[in-house]
């Protein structure tokens, strides 16, 4: 089959796209999915680099692709509530990534039917980016209406969806992106954008309830400066803590040095009383139904910027390294 794989960590020549890969075989309780399409998260590239190799083991030749979707092909002896020919949409699981390419086998608990009134290539941009957005602001963040939730980078490929769910919700959404995404984060549902090349988030909001935090960076420490006295900053971008990779089969050396590395951003808690988390997301079959459940009834929509056809998935790795994708990245294949 085709698919686009790696044989050592580094930059994007280490990119190969080749039509000889063996399909994967399937266990009892997995499906294999004849992908549509799928879409470049910055997980792709960051696991091509070896940037996440300290947690996330992996051997080689490894297909990339972290989410998608497509038409099962085939089910597993002990698989209920799919059959050959659904359209699915999906993030596997981590041990178990691979979505670029022509089938990809994934657990079934990990997929759900496709919104039916999504193509593939938008659905495809929904699974990694949606449940981090989901398992942020509301099995986390547990975010209630009423409440001011500040989403960094509102035109990314989390944020845009972010900002959809918060406000779904009737949270008051504030979001920051620059000059050229304000029009496009106010017709996704925020209340208040911030154009961080003309001001600065910290400098103009107080007493918000949750922060999302998508950039990391000097964004971590400035948005606990905005958050009210029990308030929430949730992250996904800084460095793990401890907590956040529980379940992770590591060498306990690198949780202490987690923690280690944490100290800095539990110490900004501490001093502002507030509550800080970091989130890995995780697969969920049952999340992905209640998101099919908003898209289905016009309360979410994903943002698509590009669509690149297979053999150019290096483009589209490269234009997802610039930092300016507004919403997601799709390779169709
Ligand atoms: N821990 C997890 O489980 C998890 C899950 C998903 C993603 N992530 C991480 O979360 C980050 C965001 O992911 P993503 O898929 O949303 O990325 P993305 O789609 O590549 O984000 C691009 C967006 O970031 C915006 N941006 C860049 N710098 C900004 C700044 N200083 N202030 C405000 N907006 C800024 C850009 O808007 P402008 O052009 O307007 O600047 C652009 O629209 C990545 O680092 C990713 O690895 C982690």
Redesign the pocket.
Known sequence: MKACLIRKYGNNQVLEYTDKHPVPEIGDHEILVQMVAASV???DW?VMQGKARLLLKYSFPLILGNDGAGIVSQVGHAVQGFQPGDAVYFRPGKNRIGTFAEYCAVDASEACLKPANLGFEEAAGIP??GL?AWQALFEIGQLQAGQKVLI????????SLAIQLARNIGAHVIT???S??VELVRSLGADQVID?TKEDFSAVLQDVDLVFD???GP?LPASFQVLKAGGQLIN??NI?TPESVADYDLNPLIRILLGLLNRQTTKLAKKHKVNYS????KPSAEQLHQLKNLIEGGQLKPVVDRVFPFPQIADAFAY?QT??????IIIKL
């Open positions: 998260n910055p997980i960051k990694l980016a981090t960094h980078a509102g035109a990314g490929g989390v944020g920051t992106c620059s050229r995404n961080y998508t950039i990391g964004s996904i971008q793990p970091y989130l890995f997301m997802q930092g300016r994708a507004r919403g997601k």
